[in-house]
């Protein structure tokens, strides 16, 4: 696995926004794509989004499309998931993830997770 860490989360009200950042350790991502997915609690892990190796490709679960941006620094190695707009049902644990390829899916099966996760709590 490669090692992960999610950062950002928190709690934020109905509307709010939070910027969740991801930073790769131990090796450099700039060859493949990488993904944010999240998990409710009782609920099975659901994609969320990703970005292309060159960060010029991006692909969005409808549920977020238009609320939610993937961006990536690959000089940092760092994947950021820029969340406006923020409604209760996107209350999860968010796990950023490495994918096997250059180009991202919506199937975790094609992605390395290798992080904790980060909490994001949205009241109504």
């Known amino acids: 696995q490669v090692p992960l860490e999610e950062s950002g989360g928190g709690l934020v009200q109905d509307g709010g926004s939070l910027r969740l950042s991801c930073a790769v350790s131990g090796r450099t991502v700039n060859s493949n794509a990488m993904g944010w997915f999240r998990q409710a609690s009782g609920k099975e892990r659901e994609f969320v989004g990703t970005i292309s190796r060159d960060g010029e490709s991006t692909l969005y679960a409808d549920s977020v499309k238009g609320r939610f941006t993937i961006s990536r620094d690959n000089t940092k190695n760092t994947l950021y998931l820029q969340m406006n707009k923020l409604k209760p049902e996107d209350t999860a644990v968010y796990y950023c993830?490495?994918?096997?390829?250059?180009?991202?899916?919506?199937?975790?099966?094609?992605?390395?997770?290798g992080g904790q996760g980060t909490q994001v709590t949205v009241s109504s």
């Open positions: 993830a490495v994918a096997f390829g250059d180009y991202g899916s919506r199937w975790a099966e094609q992605y390395d997770f």
